[in-house]
């Protein structure tokens, strides 16, 4: 990939992405092995007029070691200076943009036990940090480069060099990004998600009925005056950013419990290093009655018994089919790029941003309101190319907004 | 370099340097662009038996960006959450393993009042661990590995490729680390500093006399009770280690009231990312009154205005110039390397290891007893071929014991 072109990534993650401010401190998470890029992105930022960069250098690698390697006991707690040092950046209002490439079988074989342990202590740890970031208090932006393990695993017939590549091609393709001016056409993509958002807040169907040819079926109930988004939005100071590079999706609030039926995933998930495949759970009354996986089913099961609200739901979005990472027809094995191929739910904590007045409301109100709340919020896909969409209304009148995978109204 | 000869030299620093025990947390610093020797060290330690290894990840450039670019005032205060995490590390009992690989002009043409403010606030918001460093609580150990730009700088008619692997080479011998068992050619270096301590503690010279054909001509009153040190030691907990990886040294307390006369540096002084070259500082009763510097001599003014304990002495070390380093001849620019080529003096504070009972001491006592504090420790090197040393004992008889550039008792 050239200079120039990996130039015009950084810049759209720091000026669009973050749309980082003059005078902001700017936080970078990005893995030892990405130190090129990382560099440009921090060299963006202070271009953008950062008054400081922190980089979190990560290793994949080393978080690997540890599990396989550490003592049991460490799984069991988080350190305090790391939820310190979230808190500093936080009061400084410091926009964080992260850059992963994980192996998306970087944890196999690890134990699921220690994976869990470990989750469940920086979940708790670090709520109040992920309430800010959900809440629309924090900017942040999230991007993705390849890995040579990530490569292998989506183009695992060809080279290193020749997958790397590929892969590069594939996610600046996806994320908008290999255009002459891609904040440009991130700017034009924005207004596509308007007409969306405008006519199914309008709408304020009470329920959703999902339907695929996979055999998902499920009825989910929206909360009272949910809110559509899609395309970014604006931070609670008022600053547009695009939390997620890319962005296809446009998604609401579920009531935690209104869900039954069942739902099957149509794509593997990579959750915690691992890949869990052909994922099937039921719901009723919001809750998950059961659930099943061809595949590592022991990390499904310790995402669902993390605590009560990883048995509901915390999400609903659609994307259409004709989406680019959609038709492209790459199965990417990461959340970032699949979820917007395809429309998905999340298991556990809503976005406050889903419901009127969200960022203002405790807690207590938002699950009073029918929002979900919990340590986790993973996102899994089970869109199809004959995904069908009703809409129900409080009348019982029923719309048929998004057929063989398309939006059609 | 081959993969051999590296994991010997990891696992050096590992079992003789910071000599980890089974159980023990283990925390590296080292450069993102080291991170294949990074991580043999960590596999090291986790064979060792370490419970944990935390690797914290640096990146000089990043670091001169930072100075380039980052708002002024980042330069005044210390984070935190820093501090936070090193108290975390400490209470935890953990070992510290450096890899350095400093570019030694890497801060060249950076602001030196930003430098010296970061360097202020940093030495106090970590007095506390650097306390516990020195006072022999906490276990930790240094080494280098070669940068390209350091390479450049000590080899400049040679290639990138050429220089690194001389610098590789050099270190590894000047390390005593090119050996087939380096472990155990460390356990009989260590001998060979016994002697040299048991006959120096045993005279309790009041004072020394230093001359060189440089023109250094300075006697200094070593503290009561004072103790030579050299070849390692003990933690209070009882466990050898080699904090240094090379170490040639035999070192001691001055008294910080008595140092007169002038002394002439044989070496240019990589500090603070800056190389000062020509250093001569006179000192009368212990405080330097006059000080000069052909190059960078802005760098030596921070040094050494940073506070009243880095007017005075805190160290003086004796290196034969026989010993490998000084051997190779070479010039490496940093200081791990060229204190071990050459007789040298520290600015700042005392190790309590060097006085009788000084682990015991609070900072007043050992103030009383003449030793020095301050927020630096930074040595200066100068010894030459020529050099000699007169032991001046409390009846004001003399011995040469050290001459021509050698111990000759």
């Known amino acids: 990939m050239t200079e120039a072109k990996l130039k015009k990534y950084a810049e759209l993650l720091v000026r669009a992405g973050g749309n980082v401010q003059k005078g902001q401190l700017v936080v970078i998470n990005v893995d030892v092995n990405d130190a090129r890029f990382g560099r440009m992105v921090r060299d963006c930022a202070y271009d953008a007029g950062a008054s400081e960069v922190f980089i979190i250098w990560e290793d994949d690698s080393s978080v690997r070691e540890r599990y396989l390697r550490a003592d049991s006991s460490v799984f069991d707690t988080f350190p305090e200076w790391t939820v310190e040092r979230f808190r500093h950046f936080d009061e400084s209002g410091a926009v964080y943009l992260r850059i992963t490439s994980s192996d998306p079988g970087l944890l196999a ?13 920086a979940s708790i740890a670090t709520k109040p940090h992920a309430k800010l970031m959900m809440d629309g208090t924090l900017r942040w932006s999230v991007c993705a480069v390849p890995s040579p393990a990530w490569a292998k695993t989506v183009f695992p017939d060809l080279t290193e060099e020749q997958g790397m590549e590929r892969l590069w091609e594939s996610i600046l393709k996806g994320a908008r990004a290999d255009g002459e001016d891609p904040i440009a056409d991130w700017k034009a993509h924005k207004q596509s998600f308007v007409k969306k958002v405008e006519y199914l807040n309008k709408k304020q169907f009470t329920s959703l009925r999902l339907t695929t040819g996979l055999g998902t079926d499920l009825t989910i109930g929206l909360v009272k005056n949910h809110r559509w988004v899609g395309g970014g939005g ?21 009531d935690r419990n209104k869900a039954n039926g069942k739902v099957v995933a149509s794509m593997p998930l990579a959750y915690n290093g691992n890949l869990i495949e052909d994922i099937i759970i039921e719901f009723k009354d919001g809750r998950v009655t059961n659930y099943s996986a061809s595949k590592n089913e022991e990390s499904l099961k310790n995402m669902i018994e993390m605590d009560e609200g990883a048995h509901r739901l915390g999400e609903v979005a659609l994307v259409a089919n004709s989406s680019p990472i959609s038709q ?17 739910l999340a298991l556990g904590r809503a976005y406050p941003k889903n419901i009127e007045g969200g960022g203002e409301m405790t807690t207590e109100a938002l699950t009073a309101a029918g929002g979900n709340d919990s340590l986790i919020h ?10 069908r969409v009703i809409g129900i209304d409080e009348n019982g009148n029923e719309t048929v907004f998004f057929d063989k995978g398309e939006f059609v109204f």
Chains 1, 2 share one sequence.
């Open 328 to 344: 492209m027809g790459i199965l990417f094995y990461n959340t970032l790029f699949d979820e917007n191929a395809s429309a998905h």
């Open 109 to 121: 074989g690890t134990d699921p036990d220690r994976r869990m342990r470990a989750a469940k202590a």
């Open 378 to 387: 993973v996102d899994f896909m089970f869109g199809t190319a004959d995904l």
């Open 234 to 254: 604006k931070t609670k100071d008022g600053v547009e950013t695009f939390p997620n590079l890319p962005t296809e999706e446009v998604f609401t609030m579920p």
